[in-house]
């Protein structure tokens, strides 16, 4: 079996400023942007590659080819993909949940910890109100923590972590 050399195709995904994932990452920074307007810029910077092929009209995908063959690729989504982004309310709960896997992998501290176990003693003739009322109080600050936390982050995305591993 002979083996076809995918160098160019690497190259044409990975190059540091001209590269696909480079331009989506680019893209994706603009609030403004579109899937369209990430096409038209990798038509525009990765139509001179080998690995890359444009479509005759104005149809929204593109090709790449590689040791598969030419694989085509729809453009709707790609933006929002490459965001990678939770709602700012699933991660909260996530960071109080009773599982503590779950809990670290999204930030949870030992006060999060006491909290999704119920460490808080239950005051004298107070129900279930009061732990609903607690569970609530429980998310909105869990809420405050994570979007203060994501102000401060660098937002990273699919392709960047990709490209770590």
């Known amino acids: 079996m002979s083996y076809e050399d995918n160098k160019h195709t690497l190259d044409m995904i990975l190059a540091k400023r001209t590269g696909l ?14 899937d369209m307007t990430l ?11 080998k690995s890359y092929e444009r479509p005759l009209g104005n149809e929204e995908f ?3 080819h590689h040791y598969a063959g030419r694989v085509r690729y729809e453009v709707y989504g790609f933006l929002e993909k490459d965001r990678d982004t939770l709602p700012v309310d699933v991660m909260a709960a996530l960071r109080i949940s009773e599982n503590a896997l779950v809990r670290a992998l999204f930030g949870g501290d030992a006060e999060d910890a006491r909290a999704a176990r119920g460490g808080r003693v239950r005051k004298a003739g107070k129900g279930q109100g009061a732990d609903r009322s607690e569970s609530r109080k429980d998310m909105r600050r869990s809420m405050k923590k994570i979007t203060s936390s994501l102000a401060k982050k660098k937002k990273t995305t699919a392709c960047s972590t990709f490209k770590v591993y």
Do not use: N, R
Not at 23 to 34: G, H, Q, S
């Open 62 to 64: 593109f090709s790449v």
């Open 21 to 34: 994932f480079a331009i989506l990452d680019e893209e994706v920074a603009f609030p403004k942007a579109t």
């Open 39 to 49: 096409l038209e810029k990798m038509h525009k910077g990765l139509a001179a590659t």
